[in-house]
Each structure stands twice: as structure tokens, then as C-alpha cells.
């Protein structure tokens, strides 16, 4: 079946690299087309506050019915307790210099557009940061290289350089990421999203409505 955005899904089976389990609640933040289609995710803690973001298969999913109910367990994300004091999410999009459209390659973008938002309410900061490498991304690297493929020093330096860029954000969001760039913004990003190209002001709105919907008290079955 397909799923809107903004369900509210059950998670098929654990998840243990984000610590959490069959059943816990998520809700749906992107779809993904394609020959097995997939969707974002995004698990709020009990008091709305945003604590992972995966990606699944559709498979890994499941609707949830009128004859479950929700229930409260304990729960600590790694690195949570520095992001729980902090009301500021800093969002960055790859995008391309005339229309803050997201390139198909995430590499690829000219700049680095960052939106800080409060509570998932406000938007109080934008900023551009260049994206030195775009050109080079462009014209020697179309494709990032996949793994197993021969990877040169050269691409890992670019994208550890991306990473560099980025690392004080707690969100990076692009269409196509590639493996190796994906694995260097990891280290230095709280989160990594794979994303349709929407613009990336239209995400923000997206969970702005989210928040909205669901406020602080989201997991309760009124």
C-alpha cells in the first residue's frame, strides 16, 4: 500500500543502528519512487522532540490498525542528550545556483543553502555556502563512484571536504547522495537524508505541518 506523507507508521522489525524496535511508531517525511519504492522516516520521543531519521523499504513497514494501541519505553538516541537542551535544527540543502532546486547529484550543487529553524516553527536563519567542489563533481565525477569500484583519493578528499563544510548542521538533505559521500557526511552530520527534488523550502514547510499536526502531544490516541 501506499503511504501519504505525514502517517503515521509501525516500524516492521528493529532497527538496532538507530536503537529502535518492531513496532515504535514513526512517522512518514519523503517518499522515494523507483523499482522498489521507499519511504523517510522520522521517530519522535513522547514529548515531540525529533530523536532519528531513517530510510525504509516499503516492505519494512506497517500501517497501524484500530485494534492496537500505543504504549511509552525508555529511549536514549546517541548523541540525544546534547540535542535535547538545543531548540535550533540546522538544515542544509545541495542546490543549484538559479533556483535553489536540488541537483540530481548531491555533489554537484553549486552551493550549500543552511536554514536554521526553532521548534520546527520559525525559520531564523539562511545562509549560502559555496560548494568549491561542484564544478569538479560535475565534469570528472557525474557518478559517485560506488563501493567496490576503485575509488580515488582524489573523490574521498572532495567529499570529506563537503563533510568539513557541512558539520556543524544536524540535517543533511539531497536527492542522489552517493555511497562515499553519504559515509563522510556521516561522520560529521547528525543526520543524513536521501530526498525527492523538492525545493528545499517546501521540506521545511512539510515539517512545519508535521509539527503542527501532531504538537508535543503526537503519540497520544485521543
Not at 500501517?63 to 529511549?75: S, T
Request: glycine residues 6%.
Amino acid at each position: 500500500m501506499a503511504y501519504e506523507i505525514s502517517a503515521r507508521v509501525a516500524l516492521g522489525h528493529d532497527f538496532p543502528e538507530h536503537r529502535l524496535r518492531k513496532g515504535d511508531v514513526a512517522t512518514v517525511v519523503d517518499q522515494h519512487e523507483g523499482e522498489d519504492p521507499g519511504y523517510s522516516l522520522e521517530v519522535f520521543n513522547a514529548v515531540g522532540e525529533s530523536m532519528a531519521v531513517l530510510t525504509v523499504a516499503e516492505s519494512e513497514m506497517e500501517p497501524l490498525r484500530e485494534n492496537e494501541i500505543l504504549h511509552v519505553r525508555q529511549f536514549e538516541a546517541a548523541g540525544h542528550a546534547k540535542r535535547k537542551r538545543k531548540l535550533i535544527e540546522r538544515y542544509a540543502f545541495g542546490v543549484m545556483a538559479d533556483k535553489d532546486e536540488m541537483p540530481k547529484i548531491f555533489s554537484h550543487s553549486d552551493r550549500f543553502l543552511i536554514i536554521d529553524m526553532r521548534d520546527r516553527k520559525e525559520i531564523v536563519h539562511e545562509e549560502y555556502r559555496p560548494n568549491p567542489h561542484g564544478e569538479t563533481c560535475r565534469t570528472k565525477y557525474p557518478i559517485p563512484t560506488d563501493p567496490g569500484d576503485g575509488i580515488t583519493e582524489e573523490e574521498l578528499d572532495i567529499y570529506r571536504n563537503l563533510a568539513e563544510i557541512l558539520k556543524d548542521c544536524d540535517t543533511t538533505i539531497g536527492y542522489n547522495l552517493g555511497y562515499f559521500p553519504s559515509r563522510a557526511l556521516e561522520k560529521t552530520t547528525f543526520y543524513v537524508m536521501q530526498s525527492v527534488p523538492v525545493l528545499p523550502h517546501d521540506h521545511i514547510k512539510q515539517l512545519f505541518e508535521i509539527r503542527a499536526y501532531y504538537g508535543d502531544k503526537w503519540h497520544r490516541d485521543d
